[in-house]
């Protein structure tokens, strides 16, 4: 019986964890460029009190499904089709995004929707001069070629810095919008994939699946909540019945 509460504990707690995951990736349906987390479960063998049990531990990994293109024309909305990420750079940190609702600064800058700077070829890209009352001056045109290289009437002012990863499930996440690299990993330029101007991606969630998740989440955390009750009980009847010998 020890072993059924440790069994129904175990699962108690993965479900847990499912329903903070989809609670997560249902929070952020409408961030654009967010990768939903995926849980997968590693079963394995451990030693207990001179014993082989089973069990199961849960992993957490980040979906790199690529989301819908959403239009808006705008000419600052950028969307990558394929594996690479956007650089963007805050407060001496790099992070990887593929949120491309950009927009300028103040000081002209090229920056993201949480004032990360967007880098360049040649550094965080400045384009000033553009903006006149909040809109982009009608005597200017901002163009991007699908390899990220931005235009200005036509004139080439520098090119979009789009990375990819060795190995992606090494990527860490730091927000709903950024990933990060961690010592070790190694981010190089990426050549095969084509940025889109006028065009965000939105999130890879899909929220149907996430509310199907959730209702047998809770169904099963209902479901082991009751066998626990039932060994409670059961234990109990055993301890009283052993006490009257």
């Not at 965080?124 to 390899?147: A, F, H, K, N, T």
Request: hydrophobic fraction near 35%.
């Amino acid at each position: 019986m020890i072993d059924r509460f440790r069994h129904s504990m175990q699962a108690l707690q993965i479900l847990m964890r499912a329903q903070e995951v989809t609670a997560n990736n249902l929070a952020n349906i409408n961030t654009p460029g967010f990768k939903g987390d995926k849980l997968f479960y590693r079963a394995f063998q451990e030693e207990m009190n001179g014993r082989q049990v089973s069990s199961v531990q849960p992993g957490q990994t980040i979906s790199m499904a690529q989301g819908a293109f959403e239009e808006t024309g705008n000419p600052f909305d950028f969307a990558i089709e394929g594996e690479g990420f956007f650089a963007v750079e805050q407060d001496g940190n790099r992070f990887y995004t593929r949120n491309g609702r950009f927009g300028l600064d103040r000081e002209g800058f090229l920056v993201d929707d949480n004032g990360a700077r967007v880098m360049g070829e040649s550094g965080p890209i400045q384009l000033p001069g553009l903006m006149q009352s909040g809109r982009i001056r009608s005597d200017v045109e901002v163009e991007l070629d699908q390899d990220g290289t931005l235009r200005v009437n036509g004139e080439r002012r520098d090119k979009l810095m789009i990375m990819q990863a060795g190995d992606l499930t090494q990527l860490e996440r730091r927000s709903s919008a950024y990933l990060q690299a961690p010592e070790g990993v190694e981010m190089t330029p990426d050549g095969e994939s084509s940025v889109v101007q006028g065009f965000y991606e939105s999130g890879n969630v899909d929220p149907l699946q996430e509310l199907v998740s959730m209702t047998q989440n809770m169904r099963l955390f209902e479901s082991q909540q009751r066998a626990m009750r039932t060994t409670d009980e059961m234990l109990s009847q055993s301890t009283t019945r052993l006490g009257r010998f």
